[in-house]
């Protein structure tokens, strides 16, 4: 059975419904924070690209803090690559 709302009566609900809202993005587990911090430190790329992008959400702040963390492993791990493989050369 269809039941109709008169927006007339008392207690209904009037309020119009945004189609241009935006979808909240879920929360970064802690799975997610592990995995791509493990990746980082093989694959320093992995974590930059992940950083920026969860670094550039300005509404959650935990994403935020997770592409922090992703950028900070990457740039570290960059750099001990480069120092490590400069330094297998010598004898």
Not at 10 to 24: L, M, W
Not at 26 to 42: H, N, Q, W
Not at 58 to 75: H, M, N, Q, S, Y
């Amino acid at each position: 059975m269809l039941t109709t709302v008169n927006p007339h009566e008392e207690g209904a609900n009037t309020s119009p419904v945004s189609s241009t809202s935006q979808p909240t993005n879920p929360p970064v587990s802690m799975a997610l924070k592990i995995s791509v911090s493990i990746a980082t430190l093989l694959i320093p790329f992995i974590g930059l690209i992940m950083g920026i992008i969860y670094l550039k959400d300005k509404t959650d702040e935990t994403r935020r803090a997770a592409g922090k963390l992703w950028l900070t492993i990457a740039i570290i791990s960059a750099i001990l690559n480069v120092l490590f493989m400069t330094g297998n050369g010598q004898q």
